[in-house]
């Protein structure tokens, strides 16, 4: 760390003409982060990596300087603050550095969620995208996943922020409040500075079939006469051309069952929008998603919850159908990829009917349908991922300390029931050989397996919420502590996994 102290003393003692200069010297110390070097007024800032954490180095006499919480010192004769990236500092550092506060991002064609659930992951991300035409939203967790890892939206928030503080990345990032079903949980979002919501109508979806006629003339009937005149006059004996040329018609029975389905839903998210997304400041993405069902979403139906939403005044950025086939956690596509190309062509021609993009949910590892993504919808979609995240982040463990993974695997197999009931998966516990018969060698090809994939992709919570009988983490620490200690190892496996995404939906990652 005497490099780093050395280097305090010329931070306090620069100009701002000696700010590159710094920048430069700074690429030459391992423990500190260059591109996170900025200046403002008399302060010097930058990023430092201690043994156990990263600190915020900040010099020099400034308001900035004095409403960060940190430890005062010096270095020879310069004063400075060792400040924790903690959730207060992130707020000061918004305050200040504008690039660091999210915004919404539906200009942009395209969109990925890069959802973390630990935290760390931002950085390698950030330096898989940083001066391409896509635009992360780098904070997105839904509600279950923040009760699963003990997260907060601040929380998640906050590591974005000193991951685009650190990175120097000014070109806009988004944070979304992913799956919120509730009021009170879009409010929290929204107060916290989110600047997306997705909205999961899935209470409200009456989740029917066709063959299910008793139920949906039991919800048919159930609205009030004016209503359903309303309805009836608005959709049938119509043609609706969409912009591609293709008609849509509905039949009584097509429209009793949409209405069974999803009249209730899009009446909840007209509300939503009127009384929480349309009054908020700056501007919100708006997802509506209604994938969270049984079967796939027909073409009629997205169409009958679209219209309705864009005459309602709705401003919907992007719209969740659920596919055909399955997008299972974690693992590729199952399903036949002729159907997926024609039903996701419908879908598409739908979505820019009426102006949205459509966001393709469980988007990890999808690769055999990405081109087909990519293809139809002339690069303009929002994917979102997660948990292929938090697996790079175990295979940097699997590699650098085997031991520690063991021990995470035997646990996780004890929790596999648990975790079922949140995430429906296929995996079978008896196809993964018992780690302990695999060399270290072996161990590393364990998660290229879908079975091994899935039952750590869903275990997460379990993982890092477990303690022992003292109330301490028996992995949460050490799971963080070696993803610092070997955080390049990690970046590099975000930047090869997510590249391979971006590759298969048509971009050129290098
Ligand atoms: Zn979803």
């Known amino acids: 760390m005497r490099n780093v102290a050395y280097f305090i003393q010329a931070a306090g003692k620069a100009g701002e003409k000696d700010f590159l200069a710094l920048k430069q010297q700074a690429k030459k110390i391992p423990e500190i982060y260059s591109e996170s070097c900025h200046q403002l007024a008399n302060s010097f800032l930058f990023l430092v990596k201690e043994n156990t954490a990263k600190k915020l180095v900040v010099t020099g006499d400034s308001p900035l300087y004095q409403e ?30 504008p690039f660091t506060r999210p915004v919404p991002l539906s200009k942009y064609k395209t969109t990925i969620g890069l959802g973390d659930r630990l935290g760390p992951a931002s950085p390698g991300h950030i330096r898989l995208l940083k001066k391409k035409k896509i635009r992360p939203v780098l904070a997105q967790q839904s509600k279950r996943e923040l009760d699963l890892t003990g997260r907060s939206f601040r929380g998640v928030l906050s590591d974005a922020v000193w991951a685009v503080f650190q990175e120097d990345y000014q070109e806009g990032f988004g944070a979304d409040g992913d799956h919120l079903k509730t009021m009170a949980g879009i409010k929290e979002a929204l107060a916290e500075g989110y600047t997306m919501i997705t909205l999961d109508c899935s209470e409200h979806i009456h989740d029917l079939k066709e063959t299910d006629s008793g139920e949906i003339d039991q919800v048919y009937q159930a609205l009030p006469q004016e209503k359903k005149r309303a309805l009836e006059s608005r959709f049938l004996g119509r043609e609706f051309t969409l912009k ?20 209730e839903a899009v009446d909840f998210a007209v509300h939503v929008f009127q009384e929480l997304i349309a009054p908020a400041a700056g501007g919100v993405d708006f997802e509506i998603s209604i994938d969270e069902t049984t079967t796939s979403t027909h073409p009629l139906g997205h169409f009958f919850v679209a219209a309705q939403l864009i005459e309602a005044g709705v401003k919907v950025d992007s719209m969740a159908p659920r596919f055909c086939g399955e997008f299972q956690k974690g693992i590729d596509y199952r399903g036949d990829i002729k159907e997926f190309t024609r039903e996701f062509r419908e879908h598409q021609r739908i979505a820019e009917h009426f102006g949205y993009k459509l966001s393709i949910h469980s988007g990890s590892d999808k690769f055999s349908v990405f ?11 929002h994917l979102k991922t997660a948990g292929t995240n938090w697996l790079e982040a175990v295979r940097v463990i699997i590699q650098a300390e085997p031991e520690l993974y063991r021990k995470i695997h035997a646990f996780a197999l004890t929790r596999l029931a648990e975790a079922k009931k949140y995430y429906h998966i296929s995996a079978d516990p008896a196809a993964v050989p018992p780690v302990d018969s695999l060399t270290d060698e072996e161990l590393i090809t364990l998660l290229n397996k879908d079975d091994a994939r899935q039952i750590i992709h869903i275990t997460y919570g379990e993982i890092l919420q477990a303690r022992d009988a003292g109330g301490n983490y028996l992995f949460r620490d050490d799971i963080y502590r070696c993803l610092l200690e070997n955080e390049n190892l990690y970046f590099q496996f975000l930047h090869d996994h997510i590249g391979r995404h971006l590759e298969m939906l048509g971009f050129d990652v290098n």
Not at 371 to 381: A, D, N, Q, V
Request: with cysteine.
């Open 244 to 263: 591609s040329g293709e008609t849509l018609s509905f039949t009584p029975d097509d429209l009793r069952l949409n209405v069974a389905i999803y009249q």
């Open 371 to 381: 081109p087909i993504i990519g293809r139809e919808s002339k690069e303009t979609f």
């Open 68 to 97: 960060l919480e940190g430890k005062e010192q010096s270095a020879g004769d310069v004063r400075f603050k060792e400040c924790p990236l903690s959730e207060k500092n992130s707020k000061i550092i918004q305050k200040y550095f």
